[in-house]
């Protein structure tokens, strides 16, 4: 498709399971973003790809969380023994790094997580 | 460190009355400026940008922000406002490719 492609749209998981959530970037953007958006918040940065580069981790809010991005494409976000405190929606982005379009982020319509 | 402060929560505006979303930054060096629009239950959509040049940067639906270095603002107007941009705008600075948002201010426009 044209656009981030996210998925599932919804999950409703039970405290303590783990729940895997996915991204599929536009193609060609090198750079590719999750962030969070819980109800009445505004987005929380979690972590940044950029090409081969080593992921900017530094807003992922606990170890329980880790993403992956296999081949500078598609890329997975994972998080252990879910707490109540993780509902939220998670938001992918991508965009062009360099040039006119540097910047411009493409988000995804998101994963709505509710943990019971 | 870089941050980015929207000190409004909410904006109300009559429909055809002049809107302006504040933005104020903290970015050392030159940072490129972002704005960012979420209607309801839709994704983000990237409204304009400032990287360098005129400070009066014109992006979608008629928005417009001003570039001010000296204040460290960013703020968005737009000349007469429009029930349909009723929704949750986001400013975002960066230097170094990652977009970090502000809180988002509400905008509310009545008939």
């Known amino acids: 498709g044209a656009g981030v492609s996210q998925s599932p749209s919804n999950k409703v998981t039970e405290k303590g399971k783990d729940v895997e959530l996915r991204c599929d970037p536009i193609s060609g953007h090198t750079a590719l973003y999750w962030y969070r958006q819980s109800l009445g918040q505004g987005l929380e940065f979690l972590i940044y790809f950029q090409g081969n580069s080593a992921p900017d981790k530094s807003g992922l809010p606990s170890d329980r969380f880790s993403a992956e991005r296999t081949g500078g494409s598609v890329s997975t976000l994972t998080i252990q023994r879910t707490q109540q405190e993780d509902s939220a929606v998670y938001l992918c982005a991508s965009s062009l790094v360099g040039g006119p379009g540097t910047g411009e982020l493409f988000f995804g319509e998101g994963s709505r997580l509710t943990v019971l | 460190a870089q941050s980015v402060a929207q000190p409004e929560d909410q904006v109300n505006v009559a429909e055809g009355n002049p809107l302006t979303v504040k933005c104020t930054y903290s970015?050392?060096?030159?940072?490129?400026l972002f704005w960012y629009v979420q209607y309801p239950n839709r994704g983000l959509q990237f409204l304009l940008k400032?990287?360098?040049?005129?400070?009066l940067v014109k992006g979608s639906y008629g928005f417009e922000a001003e570039f001010n270095k000296s204040q460290t603002s960013f703020h968005l107007k737009k000349p007469s406002a429009l029930v349909s941009d009723s929704a949750l705008y986001f400013c975002?600075?960066?230097?170094?490719?990652?977009?970090?948002f502000g809180a988002g201010t509400q905008v509310v426009v009545t008939p």
């Open positions: 400032y990287i360098t040049g005129d400070n």
């Open positions: 970015v050392s060096g030159n940072p490129y």
């Open positions: 975002a600075p960066t230097r170094w490719g990652k977009l970090q």
